[in-house]
């Protein structure tokens, strides 16, 4: 089920169907067997329900018959009470069994919709990075969310189609055997106007499906508006620049989108309700006609006619209960197929085994050239490098220049287009991945930081370890945020943000750019890496930091990109990005000092803002 041939190929009902269910059962067997115990409980009754309603209702009217003729009266008088007492126990007990059984089933739900649940926030977390900035993979996510949620009611919703599909089939049965006995020719009228019924709701289901798939990508652009951009995180900018107008007008926009996708779906499905009701109508009429006419001849007692209307009602109800569910259960299928494809979305980088090698690490790009997926240029090209252990290397370059993209490809978030990142001499592809990003601490410059307390943020980086509360506060204190961590309402178990919280704190953007350093110190990965660590703190702050860097990083690897020249001075060598490719790499002195050179026109122009601004 690879994603790519999802797209030349679309695969068939029978065999979403078929996929989906084997995960519903397999997943359902593995978390919650009483499930299964309950459905049949469910049948047992609702079996002993409709042998109430289609048998003791025949043997009462044939004995009030009997007894209304006069005949052996006391005899009569003795089976009517009991058929009377017999169909409301019959209805106590399946009304009881029902009710315990489905209140079960209503509880065992909701853990298994947390399963799903956690399943696709598993995936979205594991898939290889690139995948998450794929505007495809976010639809297909959305797609999968929705498919495995409302749409399909989740493993119970599935399961629940089976158990009616079942209880139809055993319906079914009982009224043809008692067809065959008492009226066969009904059988032919029925098993026509099922057909007719049937084929309409297939047409329905396949406009439903089609509109299914053009909402995907409606609901993630209209859901980012009104659940994205609504949330407090944009708190600030939505007030001061009018964020509302622009989600009115944007949802709008897409909320029309979505009514006129149900509107097309609504017109093109009414002829076919139309069809089906028709049917309906004309079933109706030629059986009563035919069983009447049974009944006048005497060929049927009016027991029998009782019990042949009502199985002939229960026949059709069955037949058509088949179709639905046939169609009910196909559909939900399709939908919560949409799931298994995220499941199974194919990793976008190959996975090598080869393990890392103890002690120094040399890091060589050799002829890298890269673009984005999808992208016609190149945003990276011939870039050409050695990064001894122990290093600290500057990059600098202006916004767009491909500084971040260059870490991105260190870190194997995406993989290189041409040439080859090399480390110890073993290309990167071949190393296993997991192993490969333990060599790397890295702040980003869009780092994000959790509602979990400060404590945890900082030890996430090392999240499989317990937790080394002297190592969280060296990393806090390295950074320059100990004594404002000391100073929280519950120090350094204060959770961030309120999400969780109402007493959680909300950092300044200094502060957090402080803790999401802690988090890469605390990590002690052999490898720095700083994209803008500087960008959201004061110039105390920050020389604090450069004054600091040494320290900071120790003997490692560390790589730095920032718009601060004056903190390449701390590194060993510097990196000029600019036209898709490094133009000048040296030293500090080397460079400042080159006539004409990019990086001494930077320098001498961030020089000059700073004597301007002092004087
Ligand atoms: P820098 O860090 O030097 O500011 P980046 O590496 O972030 O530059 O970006 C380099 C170029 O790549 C920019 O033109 C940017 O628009 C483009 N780019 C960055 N990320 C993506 C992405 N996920 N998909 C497509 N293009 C991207």
Not at 478 to 497: C, I, P, W
């Amino acid at each position: 089920m690879q994603n790519s041939e999802n797209k030349e190929k679309k695969p068939g009902l029978i065999f979403m169907t078929r996929q989906v269910m084997k995960y519903v059962f397999k997943t359902a067997w593995r978390e919650k067997k009483i499930v299964f115990f309950l459905y049949f409980i469910k049948l047992i009754a609702d079996i002993f329900g409709e042998f109430k309603l289609l048998l003791l209702p025949k043997l009462l009217v044939d004995e009030i018959v009997a007894i209304s003729n006069g005949a052996g009266t006391e005899e009569h008088l003795r089976n009517a009470v009991l058929y009377v007492v017999l169909t409301a126990a019959a209805e106590l007990i399946s009304r009881v069994l029902v009710n315990i059984a489905d209140s079960s089933l209503a509880y065992e739900a909701v853990y298994l919709d947390r399963v799903l649940t956690f399943e696709l926030a598993e995936k979205s977390m594991e898939m290889d990075f690139q995948h998450t900035e794929d505007p495809e993979v976010l639809d297909q996510r959305k797609r999968a969310e929705e498919g495995i949620s409302w749409y399909s009611g989740g493993v119970i919703g599935m399961l629940r189609c089976c158990y009616y599909l079942t209880y139809n089939i055993a319906l079914m049965f009982t009224a043809i055997t008692l067809f065959i006995f008492y009226c066969p020719l009904i059988l032919p009228v029925q098993i026509i106007g099922m057909g007719i019924v049937t084929y309409c709701n297939f047409r329905k289901q396949r406009i439903a499906t089609e509109a299914f798939m053009k909402l995907g990508k409606v609901n993630r652009i209209f859901g980012y508006y009104l659940f994205e951009v609504a949330s407090q995180k944009y708190g600030k900018d939505t007030r001061l620049y009018d964020g509302s107008g622009l989600i009115d007008n944007r949802s709008k926009i897409f909320g029309d989108q979505s009514v006129q996708i149900f509107k097309e779906q609504a017109v093109s499905s009414v002829k076919f309700d139309y069809g089906s009701n028709l049917a309906n109508a004309l079933r109706d009429a030629i059986s009563y006609f035919y069983m009447g006419y049974k009944t006048l001849q005497g060929v049927l007692t009016l027991g029998d006619f009782t019990m042949c209307v009502s199985a002939a009602s229960r026949l059709f109800q069955s037949l058509l209960g088949i179709g639905r569910n046939i169609q009910d259960l196909t559909e939900k299928c399709s939908y919560a197929y949409q799931f298994l494809v995220y499941l199974d979305y194919p990793d976008a980088l190959s996975k090598g085994n080869t393990a890392i090698k103890k002690g120094e690490h040399e890091i060589v790009f050799e002829n890298v050239s890269f673009k984005y997926p999808r992208a016609e240029e190149y945003v990276l090209k011939n870039i050409n490098i050695k990064i001894k252990s122990g290093e600290h290397l500057s990059i600098v370059g202006l916004n767009g220049a491909g500084k971040t993209t260059f870490i991105k490809l260190l870190c194997r978030l995406y993989d290189v287009n041409e040439g080859r990142i090399l480390i110890d001499g073993v290309d990167i592809r071949e190393y296993s991945m997991e192993e490969y990003r333990k060599l790397f601490s890295v702040v980003f410059q869009d780092f994000r930081l959790f509602a979990f307390s400060l404590k945890d943020n900082v030890a996430m980086g090392r999240a499989d370890d317990e937790v080394d509360e002297t190592a969280v506060t060296d990393a806090l204190k390295l950074s320059g945020l100990y004594e404002d961590a000391v100073k929280l309402d519950e120090g350094l178990n204060t959770r961030l943000f309120k999400s969780f919280d109402e007493h959680g704190t909300e950092l300044s953007g200094g502060q957090q750019q402080k803790t999401a350093i802690s988090r890469a110190l605390y990590r002690n990965a052999p490898v720095v890496i700083l994209d803008e660590p500087t960008a959201a703190l004061d110039p105390l702050a920050e020389y604090e930091i450069y004054k600091k860097f040494d320290t900071l990083v120790g003997g490692k690897t560390a790589i730095y990109i920032s718009h601060r020249l004056s903190s390449c001075k701390f590194c060993d060598r510097i990196a000029v990005f600019s036209e898709n490719t490094i133009k000048e790499y040296g030293t500090h002195d080397e460079l400042v000092r080159r006539e004409n050179g990019i990086y001494a026109e930077m320098f001498a122009a961030q020089a000059q803002y700073y004597i301007d601004a002092a004087s």
